[in-house]
């Protein structure tokens, strides 16, 4: 912040030097109104600086900690989303061995899961479960994809999207597969921007199509850094449908639905306080989001 005020201040001096130097080829009342639009952007700016840390600072995204949410297909082409009594599936089952690939190429931070899902009308025989909260179906998913598309053209689950190092905590990525639900569970995970935050929370796929998030065990003190990467604090909660065309991240088909549960940056809380807007977006050629009646309840 202190350099971003430097700054301001630099160019406030310098706007006022160079409007001096000028020849007087203008009158007074002109030259005061230049310098005075001038030091009146400087001191905004500077305001802006002074506040955005403590208001920042104040804001505590409402994440439901020890909390079930469930994710049934609906008659328009969407999921339904619903509170159902809270459960953790204690057996985890294997681990998959995740790690964060983002400073190595030798290692794995996703795994492919034999599991017959449906999915926006759409039945995939591979899931592959990733080191960064996020489930992708029918291909495999670099980082990149969600990180900059929200998922492109890959049909994407986001139990919760972040920046993690399984390998830094004290247990990773874990996988349990039954004849009629896939459950993976991300057990205490590291978070790389700040690796003493650990995250525990789970998704269960059924074979039904439904999907349940639960979570079990989040930091507490949560708060959004306006500094931050984009993807180093809780970032998205939902799903996306994905894309078939080949232009990944550019063109969307007109009329897929994708729900998409911004927690944190991207909203705002309730005046009570204890809501998470849900959104539906409609790809076109471009993202146009439209609130729904969806919420989270309290």
């Known amino acids: 912040m202190s350099l971003s005020l430097g700054i301001m201040a630099a160019l406030a001096t310098f706007a006022v030097v160079y409007v001096n130097y000028l020849p007087e080829t203008t009158s007074f ?5 230049g310098v005075t639009l001038v030091a009146l952007l400087a001191v905004l700016g500077a305001v802006g600086w002074v506040i955005t840390p403590t208001y920042a600072a104040q804001y505590r995204p409402v994440f439901p900690d020890h909390r079930t949410v469930r994710f049934t297909p609906n008659d328009a082409s969407g999921y ?13 089952g294997a681990d998959l061995n995740l790690v964060d690939s983002t400073a190595r190429a030798d290692v794995q931070d996703s795994a492919k899961l034999d599991f017959d899902f449906p999915f926006y009308g759409k039945t995939y025989s591979q899931v592959y479960a990733t080191n960064d909260g996020s489930i992708a179906l029918g291909q495999d998913a670099y980082y990149r994809d969600y990180l900059y598309h929200y998922g492109g053209k890959t049909p994407f689950i986001f139990p919760l999207m972040l920046d993690l190092v399984p390998e830094a905590g004290p247990g990773g990525v874990f996988a349990r597969q039954e004849a ?12 790389f921007r700040r ?9 269960i796929l059924y ?14 003190g949560l708060a959004y850094r306006a500094n931050d990467e ?4 809780a970032w998205l909660v939902g799903s996306l449908p994905g894309d078939p065309s080949p232009a990944q991240g550019k063109l969307r088909r007109a009329g897929r639905r994708a729900w998409i549960w911004v927690i944190w940056p991207r909203t705002a809380p309730s005046p009570a306080g204890h809501r998470a807007l849900c959104r539906t977006i409609t790809w076109t050629f471009a993202a146009i989001c439209t609130p729904c009646s969806c919420r989270w309840p309290v």
């Open 80 to 92: 339904d989303i619903t509170p159902v009594p809270f459960h953790f599936e204690s057996d985890l």
């Open 195 to 203: 690796p003493q935050a650990v995250f525990t929370f789970q998704a």
């Open 230 to 233: 984009p993807w180093a604090s």
């Open 29 to 33: 009342m002109v030259r005061l109104a």
């Open 207 to 220: 074979r039904s199509g439904v999907f349940e998030f639960s979570y079990n065990g989040l930091p507490e």
């Open 180 to 191: 009629d639900r896939l459950i993976v569970t991300w057990d205490r995970a590291a978070g």
